[in-house]
């Protein structure tokens, strides 16, 4: 079935180094790439998103990377401030004509001052 | 501008009791609506989806059930509440017809089942 695999689980960073967190999918026919980020207690909120037909995309310091024949995705922050603390989700377009998503299972990001 | 609102914020009911959460939609025709379900620490579960009033899909089996009487309004209910149903249950809309847009939340309710 439709499955988004997400890792890792927990990622500490000392304050000024990168992130990254994978992702990878298993519907060849997905074609939209969310990732959302969501603070303690609050609402997922939209930080990057990819479409099929591109490879790569970037927004100040984040940036997201899509290899559509191995089925994964990439979100790479960098210069990591203490603000960039939560819970980072991924997710995948289903194209079953229903218009839903699969989330992954998340990473907790902490960043160390 | 789009708005989503969801209530009540939180909510502590009894194992048993009934419930009912809202969720309207502001600002946009015809929206896709979506509950999720997030458990303590863990991710987003959807549990059901709409594409229009009256169509409920539901993607897990449990004793939820959703419903959509006008177009921009999305209802989660239980006849029964489990201790498992304690959460943190998110609404969300996208555009319709329209396969590869953002997801937006509402700001959630807390359930918490005793």
């Known amino acids: 079935g439709e499955n988004v695999e997400q890792h890792p689980s927990t990622l500490s960073v000392q304050e000024g180094d990168s992130a990254v967190i994978k992702c990878t999918y298993s519907?060849?026919?997905?074609?939209?790439f969310p990732w959302y980020k969501q603070e303690l207690g609050k609402r997922p909120q939209l930080i990057i998103d990819i479409r099929s037909n591109v490879g790569e995309k970037k927004d100040q310091r984040i940036a997201v990377t899509l290899n559509k024949t191995a089925k994964h995705f990439s979100l790479h922050i960098t210069e990591t401030q203490p603000e960039d603390s939560a819970v980072y989700f991924c997710?995948?377009?289903?194209?079953?004509?229903?218009?839903?998503?699969?989330f992954g299972t998340g990473t907790r990001l902490k960043v160390l001052a | 501008s789009q708005t989503i609102h969801q209530w009540p914020a939180t909510l502590v009911q009894p194992v048993g009791s009934p419930l009912s959460l809202e969720c309207t939609v502001e600002g946009t025709s015809n929206p896709n609506l979506y509950w999720y379900r997030q458990a303590a620490g863990r991710g987003l579960q959807l549990l059901f989806y709409s594409v229009g009033i009256g169509q409920i899909s539901s993607e897990v089996p449990q004793n939820l059930s959703a419903s959509r009487p006008q177009d921009r309004q999305f209802i989660l209910s239980s006849k029964k509440l489990l201790l498992s149903d304690s959460g943190f249950y998110l609404c969300?809309?996208?555009?319709?017809?329209?396969?590869?847009?953002?997801?937006?939340f509402g700001p959630g309710t807390r359930l918490t089942v005793l």
């Open positions: 519907d060849s026919a997905s074609n939209y």
């Open positions: 969300a809309w996208s555009t319709s017809g329209r396969l590869g847009d953002e997801q937006f």
């Open positions: 997710a995948a377009s289903i194209r079953s004509g229903t218009y839903k998503y699969i």
